[in-house]
Every structure is written in structure tokens, then in C-alpha cells.
């Protein structure tokens, strides 16, 4: 028994050698990544702000704001198209808003606070001009970066938000309490798409979104506690008015039309708002409140080139018109932004 078990050994032995000595597959000579690291910076004051530096140091700075009631970790919404954002050599900087993720809640801080947090964050990492992507609720702190650091600005992006955010018709409309609140404790309805948004042809977007709905209000046990969100609401319409008048950079909007968070915006209310900017307002009939996913491609390209031509798929085939075509003379064959989202 002694010598049948022997042999087996050897004949064991004999073929893990034998099957070590052939790799039949290429190997890595490096790990994946998980996503961008969540870095920590102590500020003047000692609290500690968490921010996210993705990119290249020699690339374009652009400072990204997330929607309302998000982490720092949700510029990984964003991460579907990053080698399109490193093909473009484009580095993205975002810092966590007070309450939310890993950050402690003051109520104390307001919008001035976090651009201080923002400038500390740009002048640890030496970056002194850069552009503005801010999506949706977090387009009034975007516009407060603006507002103090006019000078230092390439271009400013805005994606489903609007400049009515903080004024008075807008708090007049948006008084008592906001219904995003009920959803904290229920992610998958806080940061759901409806069924129609283009972001379900992108493999694990709305599980990545549910993900940082979870992170956002859940991470620091504070068990989906409302007093942040209740308090970043409330700065809009508590802080004073944005002064835009000294920002003459480049400002990209981009709008969907049948985006019911943003219907009582006039056409003429970016240019009136920044009347010293030049406006380039890209609007998309019958899209809604996900338009910084579906056309983040142009996006993507407009900082890059800061040009107002349109990227469109035209039979398999990526090429840019004028952007006098987008709306009117598009052709069935066709359509906005890369060939992958047909």
C-alpha cells in the first residue's frame, strides 16, 4: 500500500512539472484597477477633506462636482468612458462635500467652505488653471468655484443643472421638504434611471450608482442620516447670489429637453446669467436628467478642444459636424456621440 501510494507521488510530482513548465496564456505584469484611491488632505481648520486626483500630472486639470447628495466616489459614474478621458489626456480632480461618504458633517460650513477645501486641494497637487464639470445639484458649487476663481478658469461644463439654483423663483418653487430626502434608506430608488436612459447599455452603471448612493449616505454608519442632504438643500437658497459677471470663460451647457427638473429654464437664462461668457447651449429633444452619461463623450471632447463641433455616428463611422446640425438636419443614418451606443 506503502509503495502504490510512493508512486502516485511520483507520478503526481512528475506532472506538476511537467505542467509548470508551460504557461499556455499571456500573464499580467500588473493589477487591474479598482477605481480611483480616495486620498486625504487636512485642512487649514483640521477637518479632513477627501478628494480624488485621476490622471495624468501633465494632463488638463478638471475639477468634477457631483450630483446632489453624492460621495467623492462618484466620478466612477464616469469611468465607462476613462480611457476616451486618458486618450484625451484629461486628469479629473473632485473633492467630497461636507456630510456625505467619508466626510464628517458640519452644519456650520456652507458653498465657501468647500471652494476653500477645492483651492487646497488644487494648490497641495500645484495645479493653477483647470476647467469645471459640475452635473446636476452640484452645478450651484461649481458655479461658486467659478465665481472665486474666475481667473484661473480654461472652460466651465454644466450638465442637467441650472444657474436658477439659489435664486429667488427657484426657493420660491422648491420650499419644504425635498423628496430625495424619504429615499435615503432605499439607494436603489435615490440613484435609479428609469428604463428608457441610454446608462442601462453600459455594463453595471446603475449597480455602480446604487453603490454610491450607499457609500454617500451609509459609509461613516451614519445609517442614511437626512441632516446633510437637508443642509446642502438649504445652501442653495440660503447663501447670497453667485456673482458671474467677471467669468469670461467658455461655458458649455448641455440640456435634456424633456428633463422635468429643469422645465422652467428659458433658453436665455445661461447667457443672462454669465453675460460676460460665451454660451454654447447643446440641448437634446426628449432626453432627461442623465445627459452628463449619455453625451459625456462630447463632453469629454469639449474640454478638451473647447470647439462647438458635434460628434456624431454616422454608418459605423465617428466624425464631428457644426453644431448648427444637431438638432435639425441630422440624417436617419445619424446619431450623437460614439457609434458604441447604437
Known sequence: MKSH?????LLFLAFSKAQGSEVPLPLTTSFDSLGPTVHQLKSKD???IHYIDDGKESAIPVVFTGGLGT????IRLLDFLRTMRQSLNLRFITVERNGFGQTAFNPMLGMADYVKDVEQVLAHLNIDKFSLFGVSGGGAYTAKIAEKNYLR???IHMAATSPLMGQAAWCAQNKGQHPYRDLLTYP????GFPAASGVHQI??????AFDEAARAHNIRGQSADPAPLDHEIALYCKENPINTANINAKVFVYR???DSL???????IWSTTYPNAEIILRQYPGEGHDVQYRHLDQILLDIAYLNTDILVCQNGSQKFIKSSKMNSELSKNEHLGLCVWQ
Request: hydrophobic share 50%.
Open 5 to 9: 501510494y510512493f508512486v502516485m507521488l
Open 46 to 48: 483640521g477637518r479632513l
Open 71 to 74: 460621495s467623492v466616489r462618484a
Open 153 to 155: 478658469l480654461l472652460s
Open 188 to 191: 436603489m430608488q435615490f440613484f
Open 203 to 208: 455594463i453595471g452603471f446603475q449597480d455602480t
Open 256 to 258: 435634456g429637453l424633456a
Open 262 to 268: 429643469l422645465n422652467m429654464e428659458s433658453n436665455d
